[in-house]
């Protein structure tokens, strides 16, 4: 009774809720506190302290939500969000700092001729008020990254977690209204009614996390505003395997991107694998062994995997090994536990290529080997697949197929000889392309993100051209276009026609 009350008593989140919050939101950008130095100081140091007093918190929500081991806890979740927070604190004052324009330059010289005597710079100002829509296979990372960026470079921000890590979403915002400023920082929780609410507003910049689906609606609401997005996707990320390799070293790292980032339910993960038909034996063999000295010979007994996130994600994932042309090409693993949502890491080989795994991004601990006759005919598949995914790696020491992987697949990242680590260097953007999303974020690219790069020109009274006034003369167009072409041939002739005419 006493739970039904609540429920009751619970106010309702609605479209004018929604409202009410981004207008008290834009009130406070509008005085200027968010874009002062200080105030992006004090959040950021405030952000950091709020992971260092709360850290078995957040490590028990992890493992409520989606029985998280606490080392991925502590260094995907935490230590990456903290990490983002000490290069924000070290680079923000010099990110904030004008670029100055090179005027100068002989790429542009006809824009220095055209308004000399001038200087210009780039300004970065905040874009104002923010909206960031999280996933929840990372409830803390993809929450807290964006803020930080957000955050360093001045704008106001609603934080909107997923529904489908509640304990996540409840500990974000009982942390984020106790450690940071509420007046310019929120968290909305609840599901799609609030974040259908949230979307009919307008906002200055919308980042979201999640699927394909959902990212076009994001879209379609963002375009009744003209608000641009960044979304983060994913894709059927591919692992390309040559057998010229560290066979033992390549397996382990493909484990760790795989079943060692939330049991493949990360949208970097390696989805499937193409190799060759003649070194598919050996690799399946080292996929057999490997995984047993991580997670033991009953997986489902290990600690160091995480459980599928609800019962429709492990039917999704049941359904894809249930398939009839594909449940017999299991070739270690499958096991399951549907009570308690687990499910093996498990290595399929030769499922068909039109089969129903095959089509959509696997999310989960399900690994298929496609076998080629020659690992170059590796590139050909991943064409057909239709999409561009958010990362694509290759395992080998060819120098020719390393430049040719570079060259010819379009992703949102590429890595050689390991898998997911090109997250953890800042000095790379994060992004997909086509369906794997749009836009970027990470280090200096979150702060570029959130940030509008305004063109500023500063001239004084002298050097007034008459040219530019009518009344307009061939002369004066003559020499006008000289000018613009930034030719020095074609300006001393249009003087000389000038003087001689």
């Given amino acids: ?37 200080r105030w992006r100081v004090t959040q ?3 952000m950091l302290k709020m992971l260092d007093e709360n850290e078995p918190q957040i490590v028990a929500a992890l493992r409520d939500d989606l029985s998280k081991p606490e080392f991925e806890s502590s260094l995907y979740e935490i230590q990456m969000v903290n990490n983002s927070c000490r290069l924000a604190l070290k680079e923000m004052n010099h990110w904030m700092m004008p670029e100055k324009a090179k005027l100068l330059d002989t790429s542009i010289a006809k824009t220095s001729l055209t308004t000399f005597p001038s200087s210009a710079e780039i300004v970065s100002e905040p874009l104002g008020v923010v909206l960031v829509i999280s996933a929840w296979n990372y409830p803390f990372l993809v929450s807290l990254d964006p803020v930080v960026g957000a955050i360093s470079a001045g704008n106001a921000i ?10 996540s979403s409840s500990l974000l915002a009982k942390l984020v209204a106790d450690y940071l400023d509420s007046s310019c920082i929120k968290v909305v929780e609840g599901a ?3 974040t259908s609410a949230l979307l009919e507003q307008k906002w200055d910049k919308i980042l979201y996390t999640g699927n394909g689906r959902v990212a076009r609606i994001v879209m379609a609401a963002a375009a009744k505003h003209l608000t641009p997005v960044v979304l983060e996707l994913g894709g059927k990320s591919p692992v390309i395997v040559d057998s010229d390799i560290n066979l033992k070293v390549a397996t382990r790292r493909i484990i760790a991107g795989k079943w060692s980032c939330n049991n493949g339910q990360a949208c970097v993960s390696p989805d499937y694998i193409i190799t060759t038909k003649d070194y598919a034996t050996k690799l399946v063999d080292s996929f057999k062994c490997e995984p047993e000295r991580f997670y033991g ?19 999704r994932l049941s359904k894809l090994m249930d398939e009839e042309k594909v449940s017999s ?48 005919q590796s590139f050909d598949l991943i064409h057909s697949s239709g999409g561009k995914p958010l990362a694509a790696y290759l395992f080998t020491n060819n120098k020719k197929l390393k430049r040719k992987f570079v060259e010819t697949v379009s992703a949102g990242g590429l890595v050689v000889n390991d898998t997911a680590v090109h997250l953890a260097i800042h000095s790379l953007p994060f992004g997909g392309v086509g369906e794997s999303g749009m836009g970027s974020y990470h280090g200096k690219f979150s702060f570029d ?14 050097g007034d051209a008459f040219l530019r006034y009518p009344p307009y003369t061939p002369g004066k167009l003559t020499l006008l276009q000289a000018l613009l072409s930034g030719s020095i041939v074609g300006i001393i002739r249009a003087l000389l026609g000038w003087f001689w005419a």
């Fill in 192 to 194: 799609v009614p609030e």
């Fill in 44 to 46: 950021l140091k405030a």
């Fill in 329 to 376: 090409k299991i070739v270690h693993g499958g096991q399951r536990n549907e009570k308690n949502l687990q499910i093996a890491p498990t290595i399929l080989l030769d499922v068909p290529v039109n089969s129903l795994i095959m089509k959509e991004e696997i999310f989960g601990p399900l690994l298929p080997i496609i076998t080629v006759d020659k690992v170059e």
């Fill in 449 to 462: 993100a959130f940030s509008h790069k305004k063109a500023v020109l500063y001239r004084g009274f002298a």
């Fill in 297 to 315: 010979k009953d997986p489902l007994e290990s600690k160091d995997l995480s459980r599928i996130v609800n019962s429709n994600h492990f039917d």
């Fill in 158 to 167: 609603v934080l909107k977690p997923s529904e489908m890590a509640p304990a």
């Fill in 1 to 37: 009774m006493l739970m039904e009350n609540k429920a009751e008593n619970k106010a309702v989140f609605d479209a004018e809720s929604a409202k009410d919050v981004a207008k008290e939101l834009r009130d406070s950008f509008v005085t200027g506190k968010t874009k002062s130095y």
